[in-house]
């Protein structure tokens, strides 16, 4: 598996000769898809160990950080003073660099309780920085954070901003799928440009370049950029169903429909096929060849899978093998050619944040700040189960040798400091926590009513 992957990286990350080893350019890294360079990665540590440092962050975001010339860049958002940040920290030392107000209104929206007015992770590529956050506003950012350009694309992004940008070229990709009226608040929005679209805009001035407007239910999705028969497109889950577009032009080249809508995991790509999951209330994982034009529902789906199908966390796909990881805490294994079943464990807890691989080994970061590290080089092997305090929603990062882990106060470093060799001592006994609690069912908007962040109301019946 480690040549394999090695291989297989080689080939993903060939697109992009001038991504550093240390860089982490995007969500999900630089192949968009979870896929990390070193096989070296810290693979034991706690609060007190293997912790190179620790930097607070003010507000509340969820955003993963991305790396690149040594700067960690991420976003946040202040809800009692209505900003927006972006945040810069020094790699080596964590050392706030840079803390830029990119947006101020007047008032944040109310959104979903698990979610933050700083989810979409920021993009950086010669220089700059684009940060996304939903309706509230796009913007790009020099290396020494100095605002080039902001754009407002108006839409009711409903649970909030989820879907983070994607650069193609000159053509800054975003993803707005929202619904037509308020639904945690009472707020109007004048003129919105539509209740779902896709928009391009251009990296150099923020102008529209393109927009393409669709019908459906709300997603969160995060795009991915491939090339198919040596044509780009930009793949976008959406609700009830995934298209994908000409990042030129915004033209629609194929789509494939589904039951599903509240869509959060990115897709992967690889052994010719695209693989999305459809998100709620019936999430099913679809493998797609994106060779088709117009609708190729009954066509282009190669094979689909309906168990333990994630929700929020994204899938990983190295050469053959498809690993996806449930909300709940159920890993799969799937031949990812032909969609058998390689094996299933339940290695417990919640799960929203992606998973990452370096080399044979799967990193699994739950809801509560634990993460699993696990040998895939054959059946699951559980290796460590690392515990440190704070609420976990952002995606685990990748600098070189080094993690990056995103609290909800603070962002962590994490090294092997210490002379650790996992492989020697694996975990023994039940895998699975005793307090980890299952998932309560497949609907977004969650049986017990939903908890709103920006009011004082509990919940609230959809």
């Given at each position: 598996?480690n040549?394999?992957?090695?291989?297989?990286?080689a080939?993903?990350f060939?697109?992009?000769?001038?991504v550093?080893?240390?860089?982490?350019?995007?969500?999900r890294?630089?192949?968009?898809?979870g896929?990390?360079?070193s096989?070296?990665?810290?693979?034991r540590?706690?609060?007190?160990?293997?912790?190179?440092?620790?930097?607070?962050?003010r507000?509340?975001?969820?955003?993963s950080?991305?790396?690149s010339?040594?700067?960690?860049?991420?976003?946040?958002?202040?809800q009692?003073e209505?900003?927006?940040?972006?945040?810069?920290?020094?790699?080596?030392?964590?050392?706030q660099?840079?803390e830029?107000?990119?947006?101020?209104?007047?008032?944040?929206?109310?959104?979903h309780?698990k979610?933050?007015?700083a989810?979409?992770?920021?993009?950086?590529?010669?220089?700059?920085?684009?940060?996304?956050?939903?309706?509230?506003?796009?913007?790009?950012?020099?290396?020494?954070g100095?605002?080039l350009?902001k754009?407002r694309l108006l839409?009711?992004h409903?649970?909030?901003?989820?879907s983070?940008?994607?650069l193609?070229?000159?053509t800054?990709v975003?993803?707005?799928?929202g619904?037509?009226h308020?639904?945690?608040?009472?707020?109007?929005?004048?003129?919105?440009?539509?209740?779902?679209?896709v928009?391009?805009?251009?990296a150099?001035?923020?102008?529209?370049?393109?927009?393409t407007?669709?019908?459906g239910?709300?997603s969160?999705?995060?795009?991915?950029a491939i090339t198919v028969?040596g044509?780009?497109?930009?793949?976008?889950p959406?609700?009830?169903?995934?298209?994908?577009y000409d990042p030129?032009?915004?033209?629609?080249l194929w789509?494939?429909?589904?039951n599903?809508?509240?869509?959060?995991?990115?897709?992967?790509?690889g052994?010719?096929?695209?693989?999305?999951?459809?998100?709620y209330?019936?999430?099913?994982?679809?493998?797609i060849?994106?060779n088709?034009?117009?609708?190729?529902?009954?066509s282009?789906?190669?094979?689909?899978?309906?168990?333990?199908v994630?929700?929020?966390?994204?899938?990983?796909?190295?050469?053959?093998?498809?690993y996806?990881?449930?909300?709940?805490?159920v890993?799969?294994?799937?031949?990812?050619?032909?969609g058998?079943?390689?094996?299933?464990?339940r290695?417990?807890?919640?799960?929203?944040a992606s998973p990452?691989?370096?080399?044979?080994?799967?990193?699994l970061?739950?809801?509560?700040?634990?993460?699993?590290?696990?040998?895939?080089s054959?059946?699951y092997?559980?290796?460590?189960?690392?515990?440190?305090?704070g609420?976990t929603?952002?995606?685990?990062?990748?600098?070189?040798?080094?993690?990056l882990?995103?609290?909800?106060?603070?962002l962590?470093?994490?090294?092997?400091?210490?002379s650790d060799?996992?492989s020697?001592?694996?975990?023994?006994?039940d895998?699975e926590?005793?307090?980890?609690?299952?998932?309560?069912?497949?609907?977004?908007?969650?049986?017990?009513?939903?908890?709103i962040?920006?009011r004082?109301?509990?919940?609230?019946?959809?």
């Amino acid at each position: 598996m480690n040549l394999l992957l090695s291989i297989i990286g080689a080939f993903i990350f060939s697109d992009d000769a001038k991504v550093d080893a240390a860089d982490w350019p995007q969500f999900r890294g630089p192949s968009g898809q979870g896929l990390v360079q070193s096989d070296a990665l810290p693979v034991r540590w706690s609060d007190r160990r293997n912790i190179s440092w620790k930097a607070p962050i003010r507000g509340v975001g969820y955003s993963s950080p991305v790396v690149s010339n040594g700067q960690i860049w991420l976003t946040s958002a202040v809800q009692e003073e209505g900003r927006l940040l972006v945040v810069v920290l020094d790699l080596q030392t964590g050392r706030q660099l840079h803390e830029i107000p990119v947006f101020q209104h007047d008032k944040l929206w109310a959104i979903h309780w698990k979610n933050s007015h700083a989810s979409p992770t920021p993009v950086l590529a010669d220089g700059r920085c684009y940060v996304h956050f939903g309706s509230h506003g796009t913007a790009a950012l020099d290396q020494n954070g100095q605002i080039l350009w902001k754009q407002r694309l108006l839409y009711y992004h409903h649970h909030g901003p989820g879907s983070s940008p994607v650069l193609v070229g000159k053509t800054l990709v975003v993803t707005c799928d929202g619904l037509d009226h308020a639904f945690y608040d009472d707020r109007v929005i004048a003129e919105p440009i539509a209740p779902q679209f896709v928009a391009g805009l251009d990296a150099d001035t923020g102008d529209i370049r393109w927009i393409t407007r669709r019908e459906g239910r709300h997603s969160y999705a995060t795009p991915l950029a491939i090339t198919v028969d040596g044509q780009s497109q930009v793949v976008c889950p959406g609700g009830s169903f995934v298209a994908a577009y000409d990042p030129e032009t915004g033209t629609e080249l194929w789509r494939v429909r589904h039951n599903g809508y509240s869509l959060v995991p990115r897709p992967v790509f690889g052994n010719g096929l695209v693989y999305v999951c459809t998100g709620y209330d019936e999430p099913t994982l679809l493998a797609i060849r994106p060779n088709g034009q117009g609708d190729v529902t009954d066509s282009h789906v190669v094979w689909k899978s309906t168990e333990a199908v994630p929700l929020n966390p994204s899938p990983i796909l190295a050469g053959d093998a498809l690993y996806t990881l449930s909300d709940n805490g159920v890993a799969t294994c799937y031949d990812a050619v032909t969609g058998k079943t390689r094996w299933k464990k339940r290695v417990g807890g919640n799960y929203s944040a992606s998973p990452l691989m370096s080399g044979n080994r799967l990193y699994l970061l739950n809801e509560s700040g634990t993460t699993l590290v696990a040998d895939v080089s054959g059946n699951y092997k559980l290796l460590t189960r690392n515990l440190l305090d704070g609420r976990t929603l952002a995606s685990l990062s990748a600098a070189g040798d080094s993690l990056l882990l995103r609290t909800d106060t603070q962002l962590l470093r994490i090294d092997q400091l210490a002379s650790d060799d996992a492989s020697e001592s694996p975990v023994t006994g039940d895998e699975e926590s005793q307090n980890d609690k299952s998932q309560k069912g497949n609907s977004a908007e969650d049986s017990d009513g939903i908890r709103i962040r920006g009011r004082s109301r509990e919940s609230i019946q959809p």
